[in-house]
């Protein structure tokens, strides 16, 4: 199946969509819904009146409670799920369906739509997936497989540059996981197939002279992808690209090479502006972006902080004042974020983790207490709690915060031996002497040279 314009759909479909175009112009939302997604259902491929559709829910999702709210009641979003899973390899047109009707409801169910894009996908519907997947995406930029299967349909779509973006954040991310890394490999080779005319040449259509008469730009290219590049390399390509620029104004790789080569050079406010020209011309919140914009301005900090005389009778002063402003930039930074994706919890994590730096312990507190529900961040957000409410002198609730966390880690790793040592302390300031030397009588046993364990027990046998 492929997706289709209004030019595509039989006259009669195309009068219904043009009926509820009608009556969303008209504001009667709920009855502009039940024409959208019947028509959908007639052709589940209709990009536009899946636009259209989504539209609706949203103004309909602004209005507060409808005429159908009322009459049928809200949809039962856990059933529902459940059987567009089971119908959504063989019929994923239904899948689609059965996610638009909860979406009717809450436009903004994000298992909704996962399981839209999914359908979408088997279903040969990669600019519909798109649709629903950037919501996801936006909710819960660090979800793997929301940002895996995005780059995947963008990609589909021919939005390469965005798709790689997104795959090579999801890389940083997750530096040991190698199926993205597979997947960022793949992506590249199909690209250089699509871009450097192999596919054409392999179609009998093209010729290897069409391959070669850009032997210049495949060296630049190569330049590019080098990891640390020369200063004549960095000059030599930020002339080039600066010449294309004008020509090129819309090219995101183009700004983005230009902001990071002028990082490299150290040249950090021209760096932030291609990034802050990259904000102005995408006009939508790009959570990859704003991550670089924050680690350019970091690194800026960082570079100001090392070009202080160290001999100057002030250096001190402007080191604590520099330091400063980069604690409170961070924090801003990461609090911005958090409001933008309320519902990532990775973001939650890292926001606790930036309030403890700062000493701000009780917010701290309210992050990592929301953090802990993430399974990937749960053991390190209950570790951070622990120390929170040791620094509050709460010995006992961060003993019990620290048992838990060691309860739920099977295998024997640092993390663990951390917590193990940290209980062992609490315990130790609770006066439970013999408790804690118990803790530290079990990283001995494995890691003699960990911290201080090795003074702590022999203390306690040498007062034996």
Request: hydrophobic share 40%; glycine share 4%.
């Amino acid at each position: 199946m492929a997706e289709k314009s209004s030019n595509d759909i039989p006259r009669a479909i195309r009068e219904q969509y043009e009926k509820g175009r009608v009556n969303l112009e008209r504001q009667s939302y709920d009855y502009a819904i039940a024409i959208f997604n019947q028509v959908l259902q007639k052709e589940p491929g209709f990009y536009e009146c899946r636009e259209a559709l989504r539209a609706t829910q949203f103004k309909k999702a602004g209005t507060g409670t409808t005429f159908f709210k009322k009459a049928f009641g809200t949809v039962s979003n856990s059933p529902m799920l459940a059987k567009g899973q089971m119908v959504l390899r063989n019929h994923p047109a239904e899948a689609m369906h059965i996610a638009e009707q909860i979406l009717n409801g809450d436009p903004n169910n994000g298992s909704a739509h996962k399981l839209l894009a999914e359908a979408a996908l088997v279903a040969g519907f990669p600019k519909t997936a798109v649709l629903s997947l950037e919501l996801a995406f936006k909710n819960s930029p660090r979800d793997r497989d929301v940002a895996a299967k995005l780059a995947t349909a963008l990609s589909q779509i021919g939005q390469h540059d965005r798709a790689e973006r997104i795959l090579v954040e999801l890389q940083q991310n997750n530096p040991g996981d190698p199926d993205i890394a597979q997947a960022l490999k793949d992506f590249a080779a199909r690209r250089t197939m699509s871009e450097g005319g192999y596919e054409a040449l392999a179609d009998g259509q093209g010729s290897y002279r069409d391959i070669l008469r850009n032997k210049d730009e495949a060296v630049s290219l190569e330049q590019e992808k080098r990891e640390v590049k020369t200063e004549d390399v960095v000059e030599r390509l930020i002339h080039e690209y600066e010449l294309r620029l004008p020509n090129e104004p819309g090219n995101f790789k183009l700004l983005r090479s230009l902001a990071e080569l002028y990082a490299q050079k150290k040249d950090f406010d021209r760096s932030l502006e291609y990034y802050d020209r990259m904000r102005q011309t995408d006009g939508v919140s790009d959570p990859t972006l704003e991550k670089s914009i924050s680690e350019t301005t970091v690194r800026k900090f960082d570079h100001l902080l090392t070009q202080l005389d160290a001999q100057a009778p002030d250096s001190a002063e402007q080191a604590a004042r520099l330091q400063a402003e980069k604690q409170a930039y961070v924090l801003a930074e990461c609090k911005a974020r958090a409001d933008n994706y309320p519902t990532d919890l990775a973001i939650r994590f890292e926001l606790g983790e930036r309030y403890f730096e700062a000493g701000k312990l009780a917010e701290a507190i309210a992050e990592f207490q929301k953090a802990q529900n993430n399974p990937h961040k749960r053991i390190a957000a209950l570790t951070y709690l622990g120390r929170c409410f040791a620094q509050r002198r709460m010995f006992d609730l961060a003993a019990r915060t620290y048992q838990n966390a060691i309860k739920e880690k099977v295998v024997f790793d640092e993390e663990k031996k951390e917590l193990i040592y940290l209980l062992g302390c609490a315990l130790e300031q609770m006066g439970k002497a013999d408790q804690a030397i118990e803790q530290f009588k079990i990283i001995y046993e494995t890691d003699i040279g960990y911290k201080d364990v090795a003074a702590k027990v022999d203390a306690y046998y040498a007062a034996q």
